[in-house]
């Protein structure tokens, strides 16, 4: 009887006809299978005492009847995704919702810009968290000419205000950028391409965004540059590694309010080489561009 840390020994399933070197190939292939799952199930171990932490803050949000907003943005393939589903793996369902909004149809074309994103904000206690949100208009809409100059500006204009607004009136606001470099995408990019558990995720944008990436970091760098402010600042995840990418992701949530009993064996503090504040990515990317005549991240 095998161990979960002794190498699988039972022969697997194969032709009678099959040769010892496709035997033993087929073991290294399981072996191989193995060591990956429990390296998958370490770094989810290791997510689990702060995943207990965010059940404790729906708890705070809840008794104080305070809204939360999470807005997820970055880079195609950064990791948004991974981490909403690490985030919310054991809140309580009734009181969290993930919004990742489609196409605007005709109605919303002509409606207040951010109406469409309003009609799904939380109610008090409860959190929303969007997989992309009312910043596409600064950054993937006008890239690829899916709005005009004028609603650009207008967007950029009126977005500070309505965030004040919205902080204001008893809503948190936590706005996260996931950034990754452009040789990390396109390696998560093909991967997409030869796992058919993956091409599911590469979009018509995705095959785009390597062509266009100067284009997306001139519109980052405008966007951080306009709406990080006091009020709603943007955090900025280097999502090289994922893991410590959605562990300090959900470290940000967990510090952004005062709840209680907090587990004082666990590690609050951000990574400050993968935490870094919307200020401090303006200082590095026009330090860059002193360097290089250009953004070159």
């Not at 998958?40 to 290791?46: G, Y």
């Not at 803050?57 to 990791?79: H, K, P, S």
Request: net charge positive; hydrophobic share 35%; charged share 30%.
């Amino acid at each position: 009887m095998t161990t979960p840390d002794q190498p699988i020994r039972a022969v697997p399933d194969l032709d009678s006809d099959a040769t010892v070197e496709q035997l033993q190939e087929r073991v290294a292939e399981l072996e191989r299978e193995l060591k990956k799952l429990r390296k998958t199930r370490s770094k989810e171990a290791q997510l689990r005492p702060y995943q207990v932490e965010l059940l404790k803050l729906q708890t705070y949000l809840e008794e104080e009847n305070v809204r939360m907003i999470v807005l997820f943005e970055g880079r195609d393939a950064a990791g948004k995704g991974g981490t909403i589903r690490r985030v919310t793996r054991y809140m309580n369902e009734k009181h969290y919702r993930v919004v990742a909004l489609g196409k605007p149809t005709e109605e919303q074309r002509n409606q207040w810009y951010f109406q469409k994103y309003v009609n799904h904000f939380p109610s008090g206690g409860k959190i929303v968290l969007f997989d992309r949100s009312w910043y596409n208009r600064a950054m993937v809409e006008p890239v690829f000419g899916f709005c005009s100059e004028e609603e650009y500006k207008t967007f950029l204009r009126g977005v500070v205000g309505f965030e004040k607004d919205l902080v204001r009136q008893n809503t948190k606001l936590i706005k996260l950028y996931f950034s990754v470099t452009k040789q990390e995408q396109a390696r998560r990019f093909e991967r997409r391409v030869a796992d058919p558990l993956r091409q599911w995720k590469l979009s018509e944008v995705d095959v785009q965004a390597q062509d266009r990436w100067d284009e997306f970091t001139e519109m980052k760098y405008r966007m951080l540059k306009r709406t990080s402010t006091v009020v709603a600042p943007w955090t900025v995840i280097r999502s090289e590694n994922k893991q410590l990418a959605r562990l300090n992701a959900i470290k940000v949530i967990l510090n952004s309010v005062p709840y209680q009993n907090r587990n004082p064996e666990l590690d609050f503090a951000p990574d400050p080489e993968v935490v870094i504040s919307g200020a401090r990515e303006l200082e590095l990317m026009e330090a860059e561009r002193l360097r290089h005549g250009k953004f070159t991240g």
